[in-house]
């Protein structure tokens, strides 16, 4: 999600029957889960195969349609398990993205395995301290513990299509968000242990200073950006920036983070596309 710092009106109707339609969720969307209950690697109380319940993070939109809602039932599944062991070796939870339900009430299985694509940010994830195969969550520790809220990410592995009709229909009355934040995976350098990023502003002027303000939802101590001169893009300013990780991660919890980065009076969150 992208926002800036103007507040927006959302006005509410219905849509017609001739408005009705089926709109198609493409093969490959994202979607993000959040677990509703904690599960750890205690094999007394989990075992692999064990269900596990979730909720839609964010709405998933598509053509301007609500196909997916906020909110919306999710299962999870614990595909491998593994107790404490000697030696100081900690315990292993492994989950999986099943299923999910749309706006239609149709049950969307989704994805598992290895993301491929996320192979060039192997080097990221290492220096967060953990290297996780999208959209699988893999945590160690003493007792892996994943946490009610933990976010994390799933696929949808085939295009789906999805009734939206006789739904209510949501306009959304707002300026065009003026600052985005991209993260330049393939631009990290492990050594330097500063994450890249790319800010672009729509505005008389670019970016002459930013910060990440809050983590998480919750505020931080301001973290600076380091900022190259704005160049131009088309009618909006960019320029290059980087973020030192280690204060920005102490901030992180397990699975998918986000941060807010503030420049003057824009704001954009970022969504890392790393899970702890």
């Known amino acids: 999600m992208r926002f800036g710092s103007t507040a927006f009106l959302i006005l509410t109707c219905s849509l017609s029957t001739a408005n009705a339609a089926t709109v198609t969720i493409p093969s490959g969307t994202k979607l993000y889960g959040e677990l509703d209950e904690q599960v750890t690697s205690d094999v ?19 053509d301007g349609q609500t196909v997916i809602e906020a909110g919306a039932p999710m299962i999870v ?47 990221l994830a290492a220096s967060l301290s953990a290297l996780v195969l999208w959209p699988l969550i893999f945590i160690r520790g003493k007792e892996a513990v994943l946490d009610v809220g933990t976010v994390f990410d799933a696929s949808i592995p085939a295009d789906w299509h999805v009734a939206v009709g006789d739904r209510p229909h949501t306009l959304r009355l707002t300026s065009a968000s003026r600052l ?55 009618e909006c300013k960019t320029a290059r920036g980087t973020v030192q990780l280690k204060p920005l991660s102490e901030h992180f919890a397990k699975g998918i983070n986000r941060f807010v980065v503030e420049a003057g009076s824009d704001k954009a969150e970022v969504i890392l596309d790393v899970e702890m």
């Not at 007394?44 to 598509?62: C, E, T």
């Not at 491998?80 to 939870?93: E, F, T």
């Not at 505005?203 to 380091?226: E, W």
């Open 180 to 234: 985005t934040v991209d993260v330049l995976y393939d631009d990290f350098d492990e050594k330097t242990k500063e994450l890249p990023l790319r800010l672009t502003l729509c505005a008389d002027a670019g970016p002459q200073s930013a910060q990440v303000v809050s983590v998480n939802d919750k505020d931080v101590p301001a973290l600076p950006i380091a900022l190259t001169p704005a160049e131009p893009a088309g």
């Open 77 to 123: 599944q614990i595909a491998d398990i593994r107790k404490r062991r000697i030696a100081g070796r900690g315990g292993d939870v492994k989950l999986k993205a099943v299923s999910v339900r749309s706006v239609d009430n149709t049950e969307i299985f989704l994805d598992g395995g290895y993301d491929k694509e996320a192979g060039h940010r192997t080097a």
């Open 44 to 62: 007394s109380k989990f075992k692999a195969g064990d269900l596990l319940k979730a909720h839609v993070w964010r709405n998933i939109v598509i």
